[in-house]
Structure formats: C-alpha cells, structure tokens
C-alpha cells in the first residue's frame, strides 16, 4: 500500500496542507510553493486521488483540493512528533 509520507513528493506535497489557512489548495499554489513543477503536482493528484477530496467549485478554472481526514489526522501526528523530537 502507498504511504504519501514515505515518499519524499508526496511528503512535500502533504506539507502544503499544514496550518489553518491551508486546508484547500490550487495545484498551481502548491507549485509555487515547493518549486515543483505544475505538471508534477497535477500528475501526483491524478495518480493519487484516494489521498485528496476536490472541491466541485474551481475558481479562476483550478481545481481546489484538500487532504482526506484520515491524511490530515496523520499530518497533524507528525507535527507533534516534530516537536517532541526538537524538544529532545
């Protein structure tokens, strides 16, 4: 089975949905954000589809996505994780 957060795309696609403000994404945002390529990111939401939820709205003609649940309760995990490790 894939785990996203073994693989370094999909980890650094998955690090885009952190935080409050972050919870519906543009393919072409996260590009932005992570220096990846457009057509990457497009390409791993295709392949990856169980992993995202896309909204039936699209401003501006792009697909809005978000994390599944179950995605997001894991990012979170790692987060606190993270901060247990600093905290060492």
Do not use: C
């Not at 987060?79 to 060492?88: I, P, Y």
């Amino acid at each position: 089975m894939y785990d996203p957060f073994a693989d370094p795309l999909g980890f650094q696609i998955l690090e885009t949905f952190r935080g409050p403000r972050t919870s519906w994404r543009t393919a072409g945002g996260i590009a932005r954000q992570t220096g990846l390529p457009l057509n990457t990111v497009q390409s791993y939401f295709q392949a990856h589809r169980d992993l995202f939820v896309q909204s039936p709205l699209a401003p501006g003609g792009m697909p809005l996505y978000s994390l599944r649940q179950d995605l997001r309760s894991r990012l979170s995990q790692t987060d606190s994780l993270r901060t247990l490790a600093q905290a060492k």
